[in-house]
Nanobody
Framework: QGQVTESGGGVVQTGGSLRLSCTASGVDFDDVAMGWFRRIPGKEVEEGVATIDEGDRSFYADDVKGRFTISHINANKVYLQMNSLKPEDTASYYC???????????????????????WGQGSQVTVSS
């Protein structure tokens, strides 16, 4: 059974940086997409922040481009480097992993949660003004 574990959240001032780590274990397929999602206070759904597939193709939400970077450490471990953080980045951040099928990113955005079947428990990021 696949499991996803995150670490690295915390409290930081505006303009600061944080790095989140995510490891997927028990995920027994070679083509794996991994990604970060966040749930902002007051909203009920997770929004895609950044995703990456096994070929290192990465995708970003418009409001984090140029500030956040997702990268592989190995096939099942990724980092999310978050720079120039803003108060509106405050959220619970969730890592997810899923089988990267041939359809990935075709009929729905590669940032859509539907591609990901394994989810972590979430890590809180708070950016103070």
């Amino acid at each position: 059974q696949g499991q996803v574990t995150e670490s690295g959240g915390g409290v930081v001032q505006t303009g600061g940086s944080l790095r989140l780590s995510c490891t997927a274990s028990g995920v027994d397929f070679d083509d794996v997409a991994m990604g970060w999602f966040r749930r902002i206070p007051g909203k009920e759904v997770e929004e895609g922040v950044a995703t990456i597939d096994e070929g290192d193709r990465s995708f970003y939400a418009d409001d984090v481009k140029g500030r956040f970077t997702i990268s592989h450490i190995n096939a099942n471990k990724v980092y999310l480097q978050m720079n120039s953080l803003k108060p509106e980045d405050t959220a619970s951040y969730y890592c997810a992993a899923g089988y990267r099928s041939a359809a990935y990113g075709t009929y729905a955005s590669p940032l859509a949660p539907q591609w990901f079947g394994y989810w972590g428990q979430g890590s809180q990021v708070t950016v103070s003004s």
